[in-house]
């Protein structure tokens, strides 16, 4: 069975401060691995990763791909308390049952100013 | 504006009832799913359609029926057979084709079954 596991399960830090998320995944056919961004409703996406150590950034936030250990990690330098939000990450399957995701149980991150 | 569009917000329903949910979207996208969330959890996959009149079971599809008669739209059915209603619930969807695979996510739906 498809797994993905984030860590940690929450986690607070100061504003200014850097984080790292994890996500590791067991699957068969990994296509690409996707980070949401969910604060009170809807996710919003992050971030799609597909090839191996290449680095995918937005502003203070970046992510990267280790197809070799089977994880993913999300970095958010100098955090502020708008990044306050649970992180979700996902892995999609190649094949032909349409664009399904799974999706991890998520990190619940806290910015204190 | 484009977008998904999950109605109602907040649901309340007794045990014993069905009830639908409501997801539309006008992104012109093949693909829409229905994720039911509890809390401190990640998302689990209830349904999925790729085209009109198709759709398949996802991981939790027990209690649960939608219907895909429109591009635009795929109504969910919480029955009472489902032993546990009470989730936030999420309408998403995608291009099928092409190399965009992120999914677009609606407001969602809190439903509490008492």
């Known amino acids: 069975e498809d797994k993905v596991v984030q860590s940690p399960l929450s986690l607070v830090v100061h504003e200014g401060d850097t984080v790292t998320l994890n996500c590791s995944y067991e699957?068969?056919?990994?296509?690409?691995l996707l980070w949401y961004k969910q604060e009170k409703k809807a996710p919003t996406f992050l971030f799609m990763l597909t090839s191996s150590g290449i680095e995918k950034k937005s502003g203070r936030l970046s992510s990267i791909l280790d197809k070799k250990e089977l994880f993913s990690i999300l970095n958010i330098t100098a955090t502020q308390t708008g990044d306050s939000a649970v992180y979700l990450c996902?892995?999609?399957?190649?094949?032909?049952?349409?664009?399904?995701?799974?999706f991890g149980g998520g990190t619940r991150l806290m910015v204190k100013p | 504006d484009g977008g998904i569009t999950q109605s109602p917000k907040y649901l309340f329903r007794k045990e014993g009832q069905n009830v639908t949910l409501s997801c539309e979207q006008n992104l012109n996208h093949d693909a829409m799913y229905w994720y039911r969330q509890d809390p401190g959890q990640g998302l689990r996959l209830i349904y999925y359609s790729q085209i009109v009149n198709d759709f398949q079971k996802g991981d939790i599809a027990e209690g649960y029926s939608v219907s895909r008669e429109k591009k635009e739209s795929f109504p969910l059915t919480v029955t009472s057979a489902q032993k546990n209603p009470t989730a936030f619930y999420l309408c998403a969807s995608s291009l099928q084709t092409g190399i965009t695979y992120e999914q677009y996510f609606g407001p969602g739906t809190r439903l509490t079954v008492t």
């Open positions: 996902a892995q999609k399957k190649d094949n032909n049952a349409g664009n399904m995701l799974t």
């Open positions: 699957v068969t056919n990994f296509r690409s």
